[in-house]
């Protein structure tokens, strides 16, 4: 015969184990959020910087036009300089590549890849 009285649910070890997981994934979401905002902000940079016919622009004017959309936006991770001016098929892309290390506790580190490539018009 099974006794009710003691199968009512999770123990308080198993809420303590459940909320130490949800807060340990709600503290990397704080941590790493800005990182991925300031990647949409590069990306939009840089598709605003192809939207304007800059297809045969010099490279240095290139770079003129993201640096000023890197400053509207507060991009602090990347130079306009650390964008690449790359032969494709068909013309001329738009390239960056970086990483971000972003302190977590201790000495545990997340390391971010970002990749974006843009055809210029």
């Known amino acids: 015969m099974l006794n009710r009285k003691y199968q009512d649910g999770m123990t308080g070890a198993g809420w303590v ?7 340990f994934f709600m503290f990397m979401l ?16 840089m598709a605003s910087v192809a939207e304007q016919n800059v297809g045969n622009s010099s490279t240095g004017e290139i770079r003129r036009l993201l640096e000023g959309r890197f400053n509207i ?10 964008a690449k001016i790359k032969d494709i098929t068909g013309g001329r892309a738009l390239y960056i590549k970086y990483e971000r290390r972003i302190p977590l506790f201790g000495n545990i580190s997340a390391l971010l890849e970002f990749e974006n490539e843009v055809p210029l018009n």
């Open 17 to 23: 184990i459940v909320l130490g997981i949800v807060l």
């Open 30 to 45: 704080i941590k790493l959020t800005p990182a991925y905002l300031e990647y949409f902000s590069i990306k939009s940079s």
């Open 73 to 82: 936006n507060e991009v602090k991770s990347v130079k306009a300089s650390d």
